[in-house]
């Protein structure tokens, strides 16, 4: 069955850093863009960082410069790095993929979530 797994969440000092992985298997067809999704208590789901098949990448203004998403297409896996975490980013982090072949982002797959939790 196809799917899509995070891992990589937990509990950190703000100022610290936490590595996220999400890895799709199963088959499906070819992913293009893989992205992460973050949803915190009382808030609506939000655009972390996206990535293409090709290394295009695309950053919420509001973890710029301190979070870098990546991808080993040849693992269909995506990593996000997370570095001077702060308090705000506390939240369920998903990972998502798109392997609909469209030509306009559709993702049909999403991970079960991932907590980090920032404290301060």
């Known amino acids: 069955q196809a799917q899509v797994v995070e891992s990589g969440g937990g509990l950190v000092q703000a100022g610290g850093s936490l590595r996220l992985s999400c890895e799709a298997s199963?088959?499906?067809?070819?992913?293009?863009?893989m992205g992460w999704y973050r949803q915190a208590p009382g808030k609506q789901r939000e655009l972390v960082a996206t990535?293409?098949?090709?290394?295009?990448?695309v950053y919420a203004d509001s973890v710029k410069g301190r979070f870098t998403i990546s991808r080993d297409n040849a693992k269909n896996t995506v990593y996000l790095q997370m570095n001077s975490l702060k308090p705000e980013d506390t939240a369920v982090y998903y990972c998502?993929?798109?392997?609909?072949?469209?030509?306009?982002?559709?993702?049909?797959?999403w991970g079960q979530g991932t907590q980090v939790t920032v404290s301060s």
């Open positions: 990535i293409s098949s090709g290394g295009y990448t």
């Open positions: 199963g088959t499906m067809g070819t992913i293009s863009v």
């Open positions: 998502a993929a798109d392997s609909t072949g469209n030509a306009r982002v559709n993702y049909d797959y």
